[in-house]
């Protein structure tokens, strides 16, 4: 064990610090029984100046409209160093998907569309990645290699995103455990998807090449709310380098997923952490509703080798069917085919997902292989059935189907037909054998669906283009010494100045503990005090309000600079923060024009004390002295707020009734 991890033991991460709240539906034993593992790959952009491979700039965005050119490709896969083809690269091809790229000469160059070998490796993205995984405690490589590794969804327009590990072996520290890290890597972002609709896929290239890095923990989260957990303790350490971009797209996760009996799925692009607990526990039941259906069928059918499906071209006359996709593909002159799978009846029907069954699976994929928009299908289970019994009669007769048989009918273009019967026959097959290996596409409530096969090793090789790097030791040890403090003291940093547990999220997040640092330091203000104003008042602030431009949180600390000059109260913060939120660029005596501030000498204010006093008992008989007290408070609020603390204030106030009494 370390000396950094032997500090840790007398200081305890808590659910609340940490910044989530577990699920209080399922029990732990739950996920027990069920052998549920999960393990991470957390992206996160880095802040450099340009790209990893080339001299664009880095981390400007465009609308999806606004570009100079396009581009078209077509993706083919590639033998591996041996001899083999990845997966992934097989069923991509199969879509013969035209790939757009949407150019912007302000941030794409040759290297990005893959007419220029790439330049040597961004040094300042090499730095900041060498220091979070020293944050992480990893063992860093002795030299850098640079490797390929295979995407045919078009993502990348060389069909490989060039990567290179920097660090392996560390641990992070979770509320009851430890969690393995198995590697940190640096590599080059993807495009942005602009759409994907039928045989034709559109990209962005403005993210394309911004480096990042990618965190991989081994399996070892055993429940959802570890997996959270884990998460969020990645995602702080590595905002608290202070090396990394924040904002929509900047981070994020892949979760790796299995059940006993089940077999390994990614769920790619949690955008969210807060989607995990839900995404990871909807997948465990998703395996586990397949392991029965893999149960069923084989009992069924003790030879899945002899299971076949039957497919025939509808030819009787279905011109009067009501269904709109159906109609609309017969008026294009699409062609409909039914299908027959024996001994199915009951699978299409049962549920995997909330919402969705086993016939879900199936039109995911006609969608992603077959490039068949949805609604691609109907079948024989359906809630509303399209067809009329003299129709479903018809069906059952051109398919020779059996009373446990199940039938869908399908329409596409002539073109791809081949490729939604394999497609369906594959996906039923892989039925026989329970969960397969896949990647998913992560949606906000909590399901998933299909994305692509889930890639092999095969998909990895050298690249030749780009020689291995040296990590000197000297070099290292110069970073380690520019290291910031470690998470875990931070948190003993915010226990000690008695921060609220429910700031320590948002403070976390945002990595504003340095901020607070300098403030208390340089002004004498309470930590405290200083912390609910980012994560009180200015988180609520947030909540609220859109600002033409991000808020720079060092605006906080110029705040309060001018208010200790002016020598003005802390109470006016709240009136102040809103504006300066909203217009980050304006005077601070602008602002205090805008909220019509005006300066009175505290001597000025207590003097209206008595006054008002005497005018309450003449307008108001109540012999309440809360009454009272409430009332000239509100009186007097808008000419304090700022020239004297309202605390001190009221006291004065109280004082004054508990000897007058509210005449």
């Known amino acids: 064990m370390s000396k950094d991890f032997k500090a840790e033991k007398n200081f305890k991460i808590t659910k609340a610090n940490i910044g989530y709240t577990p699920r209080k539906k399922t029990p732990l034993t739950t996920y027990k029984k069920l052998g549920f593992m999960s393990g991470l790959e957390v992206h996160q952009q880095l802040e450099t100046k340009e790209k990893l491979f080339c001299r664009c700039p880095a981390g400007l965005y465009s609308d999806f409209d606004d570009y100079d050119a396009e581009l078209i490709r077509h993706m083919r896969p590639t033998l591996s160093e041996m001899g083999t083809y990845d997966g992934t690269a097989l069923m991509e091809f199969r879509t013969r998907k035209n790939i757009i790229y949407r150019i912007k000469n302000e941030t794409t160059c040759t290297y ?10 961004n040094q300042e993205a090499v730095d900041y990645a060498v220091q979070i995984a020293l944050q992480l405690k990893l063992n860093i490589v002795g030299e850098l290699h640079v490797t390929r590794k295979q995407y045919l969804d078009g993502s990348i327009p060389t069909g490989f995103q060039r990567t290179a590990i920097i660090g392996i072996e560390g ?25 994907d609709i039928g045989h034709e896929r559109i990209y962005q290239t403005d993210r394309l090449g911004i480096p ?8 070892d989260m055993k429940t959802p709310d570890e997996v959270l957990e884990a998460a969020q303790y990645i995602r702080f350490l590595n905002r608290s380098s202070g090396k990394v971009r924040v904002g929509i797209g900047a981070g994020r996760e892949d979760v790796n997923v299995s059940i006993t009996g089940g077999t390994r799925v990614e769920i790619k692009g949690v955008s969210h952490n807060k989607w995990i607990p839900e995404l990871t526990h909807i997948e465990a039941f998703r395996q586990k509703a397949l392991l029965i259906i893999k149960n069923k069928l084989n009992k069924r059918i003790p030879d899945a080798t002899k299971w076949k499906p039957i497919f025939r071209d509808v030819d009787f006359d279905i011109s009067d069917i009501g269904y709109t996709p159906i109609k609309e593909a017969m008026n294009n002159g699409w062609k409909l085919i039914t299908c027959n799978l024996p001994d199915f009846k009951g699978i299409l029907s049962h549920f995997l997902q909330p919402g969705k069954t086993f016939a879900d699976e199936l039109e995911g994929r006609l969608k992603v292989i077959a490039c068949l928009e949805k609604p691609n299908f109907i079948h024989s289970e359906d809630m509303n059935p399209v067809f009329s019994d003299s129709l479903l009669k018809q069906r059952a007769k051109l398919l020779k189907s059996k009373a446990n048989d199940a039938q869908i009918v399908f329409w596409a273009l002539q073109e791809d037909v081949q490729t939604a019967c394999e497609t369906i026959e594959e996906r039923c097959r892989i039925a026989f054998e329970g969960v397969p290996n896949e990647t998913r596409k992560a949606l906000k409530d909590g399901t998933t669906i299909f994305e692509r096969v889930l890639p092999g090793a095969d998909r990895m090789y050298p690249d030749t283009d780009s020689a291995p790097i040296p990590i000197e030791d000297e070099y290292i040890e110069k970073l380690r010494k520019k290291l910031p403090v470690d998470l875990f003291k931070r948190l003993k940093q915010l226990k000690k100045w008695q921060v609220p547990d429910d700031c320590y ?14 403030i208390n330091i340089d002004f004498k203000i309470k930590p405290k005090y200083i912390a609910t104003t980012f994560a009180h008042m200015l988180k609520h602030i947030e909540g609220q309000l859109i600002p033409d431009v991000p808020f ?8 309060f600079k001018f208010i200790i000059e002016k020598k003005l109260s802390f109470d006016i913060i ?90």
């Open 112 to 121: 990005d569309v893959d007419d220029t070998p790439p330049f040597p490796i």
């Open 171 to 195: 641990v992070i520290p979770l509320m009851k455990k430890k969690i393995r890290i198995i590697q940190l890597s640096i590599e080059e972002d993807s495009c942005r998807e602009v759409s």
């Open 212 to 219: 990042l890095i990618e965190t991989v923990t081994y399996p």
């Open 505 to 518: 999220h948002y403070i976390l997040r945002n990595n504003l503990v340095p901020e607070i640092e300098r």
């Open 552 to 559: 720079p949180y060092t605006k906080v600390y110029d705040m």
């Open 574 to 663: 709240k009136s102040i923060l809103p504006v300066i939120y909203l217009y980050s660029q304006m005077e601070f005596e602008s602002v205090l024009n805008s909220i019509e501030f005006e300066g009175y000498k505290k001597e000025a204010i207590l003097k209206n004390v008595s006054s008002l006093q005497s005018m309450f008992s003449k307008i108001n008989k109540s012999k309440n002295p809360k009454a009272a007290e409430k009332w000239i408070m509100g009186n007097l609020r808008p000419i304090a707020l700022g020239n004297i603390p309202l605390r001190e204030l009221n006291n004065f106030v109280q004082k004054s009734l508990s000897e007058g009494g509210a005449k």
